[in-house]
């Protein structure tokens, strides 16, 4: 089975990750954000959510 990601074969520590910009919680690379990774903000879709509640 090949990946289509070579460097990750496994080790989550070589995926990449950014802060939530809601919570700021750090929040790494999914697959189903292989497209989109420069456009997600939000870890959740609470934190979407609560984005004009919060500060």
Same mark, same amino acid.
């Given at each position: 089975m090949t990946s289509s990601t070579p460097a990750y074969r496994g080790n989550k520590a070589a995926l990449p990750s950014k802060p939530c910009v809601a919570c700021g919680r750090p929040m790494s690379w999914r697959r189903r954000w /292989?497209?989109?990774?420069?456009?997600?903000?939000? +870890?959740s879709d /609470? +934190?979407?959510r609560a984005k004009g509640a919060r500060g």
């Open positions: /292989a497209r989109t990774w420069d456009e997600v903000k939000f +870890c /609470a +934190c979407r």
